[in-house]
């Protein structure tokens, strides 16, 4: 079955970096799109980034662009979310998702169970 495992999380201080890593397993992986997506304590989960298939495609949510990078290695079957820069309001569960189409929404096929990033001040 399709497996998506995330790592990378952690505690780290404001302006500090980390790099998050999505394993997966079970399906084609460089005939889906990926995605990066957040949930803080009481809030909605949202969108943070996404990445076609290939790599060439990306786009990134307001609050992170120009401080957090999406990328892939189709040999890996794996996607990275490098964050830099980051804030408290960073703070969130991070979960990968794959689908088929390169969308910007939430209708991933299939989800990460996710792992903690908090960022203190």
């Known amino acids: 079955q399709v497996q998506l495992v995330e790592s990378g999380g952690g505690l780290v201080q404001a302006g500090g970096s980390l790099r998050l890593s999505c394993a997966a397993s079970?399906?084609?992986?460089?005939?889906?799109?990926m995605g990066w997506f957040r949930q803080a304590p009481g809030k909605e989960r949202e969108f943070v980034a996404a990445?076609?298939?290939?790599?060439?495609?990306?786009y990134y949510r307001d609050s992170v662009k120009g401080r957090f990078i999406i990328s892939r290695d189709n040999a890996k079957t794996t996607v990275y979310l490098q964050m830099n820069s980051l804030k408290p309001e960073d703070t969130a569960v991070y979960y990968c998702?794959?689908?088929?189409?390169?969308?910007?929404?939430?209708?991933?096929?299939?989800w990460g169970q996710g792992t903690q990033v908090t960022v203190s001040s």
């Open positions: 998702a794959a689908d088929p189409i390169y969308r910007l929404d939430q209708r991933y096929d299939y």
């Open positions: 079970g399906l084609t992986f460089r005939n889906y799109a």
């Open positions: 990445i076609n298939w290939s790599g060439t495609t990306t």
